[in-house]
Nanobody
Framework: QVQLVESGGGLVQPGGSLRLSCAAS????????IGWFRQAPGKEREGVAC????????YDADSVKGRFTISRDNAKSTVYLQMNRLKPEDTAVYYC?????????????WGSGTQVTVSS
């Protein structure tokens, strides 16, 4: 069955870095775009970034442009989100989700999320 497992979250000081991983199983990652989303306490879930099946990337949130980088390794069935210069407002649960073939497709399968806390 389709499964996505996020990892790499944790507590980090402002200005620090984390790399999140989204490990996929149960399907061929090559045919899917993968999106990263986040949900902060009391807020709606928002899109952060997406990488297409061909490797093209988009960043949905202006606040992360220039700080976050999304990448994928199809051989390892894993998508990454490198987060640099983290800010307290980046604190959220981060989720990855599949999007069939394109970043413009709606998300369908979701992981259970990983907590990122940015605090001194």
């Amino acid at each position: 069955q389709v499964q996505l497992v996020e990892s790499g979250g944790g507590l980090v000081q402002p200005g620090g870095s984390l790399r999140l991983s989204c490990a996929a199983s149960g399907f061929t990652l090559d045919y899917y775009a993968i999106g990263w989303f986040r949900q902060a306490p009391g807020k709606e879930r928002e899109g952060v970034a997406c990488i297409s099946n061909s490797g093209g990337s988009t960043y949905d949130a202006d606040s992360v442009k220039g700080r976050f980088t999304i990448s994928r390794d199809n051989a390892k069935s894993t998508v990454y989100l490198q987060m640099n210069r983290l800010k307290p407002e980046d604190t959220a649960v981060y989720y990855c989700a599949t999007k069939h073939m394109s970043c413009s497709a709606p998300p369908d399968y979701w992981g259970s999320g990983t907590q990122v806390t940015v605090s001194s």
